[in-house]
């Protein structure tokens, strides 16, 4: 199956810092990509769709400034999260898609601890 | 947007007895449905798949049934082992994806 790489797996930040984390898809271009988070125990709840090229469609509920994400390649999605605070903290988790393909191929997810 | 309800949300099974994992789903636009395995703290991992057209597919111990009409669809694991234990999600593709809410299976040796 096709490879999704996703960077950093974990991170610990201090409140009201900002962390990037990033998507890349290794051996397929990735039309589309998209961003979940999931809560232990829980599903995985669709944050943003992100296409190549435009600006990423975000789920009701979901604050456009606050996630911040940037698919400026087909390889290539960022999720920014800003000014983290400690109700931010998730696991955090991509997935990509290839133009004109139904499989979704994950990535290996990042947890996010806000202090 | 879709709905997407699985059940039950724990099950636990014997070694060698056969899960069952039911999913519903609200979008008759929905034409591709997935399911994924997830174990703790890793990516869901893509499993079996079926698409609108077919109404059952079958990969060695796991087997996936849809009914279009009445917009179920269900997992089946027959045989089971402890490595089956995990989390499983279904999902319905609009295309976005729609999880279920996932259910925690647990095979006692």
């Known amino acids: 199956g096709a490879v999704v790489s996703q960077h950093p797996s974990w991170v610990i930040c201090k409140s009201g810092t900002s962390v990037k984390i990033e998507c890349r898809s290794l051996?397929?271009?990735?039309?589309?990509m998209f961003w979940y988070r999931q809560f232990p125990k829980q599903s995985l709840m669709l944050m943003a769709t992100?296409?190549?090229?435009?600006?990423?469609?975000?789920e009701q509920g979901v604050e456009k400034d606050k996630f911040l994400i940037n698919h400026a390649s087909l390889t290539l999605s960022t999720l920014t999260v800003t000014s983290a605070h400690p109700e931010d903290s998730s696991f955090y988790i991509c997935?990509?898609?290839?133009?004109?393909?139904?499989?979704?191929?994950f990535g290996s997810g990042t947890q996010l601890s806000v202090l | 947007g879709e709905n997407v309800e699985q059940h039950p949300s724990t099950l636990s099974v014997q070694e060698g007895d056969s899960a069952v994992i039911k999913c519903t789903y609200s979008d008759s636009a929905s034409n591709y449905f997935p399911w994924y395995k997830q174990e703790l703290g890793k990516r869901p991992q893509l499993i079996i798949d079926?698409?609108?057209?077919?109404g059952e597919k079958k990969d060695q111990r796991i087997a996936v049934t849809l009914n279009k009409t009445a917009k179920h669809f269900s997992l089946h694991i027959t045989e089971t082992q402890p490595e089956d234990s995990a989390v499983y999600f279904c999902?319905?593709?609009?295309?976005?994806?729609?999880f279920g809410a996932g259910t925690t299976v647990t095979v006692r040796a």
């Open positions: 079926i698409r609108s057209n077919v």
């Open positions: 997935s990509a898609r290839g133009q004109g393909h139904e499989k979704l191929f």
């Open positions: 051996d397929f271009q990735a039309t589309t």
């Open positions: 999902a319905a593709s609009r295309p976005e994806l729609s």
């Open positions: 992100s296409n190549e090229g435009s600006k990423a469609t975000y």
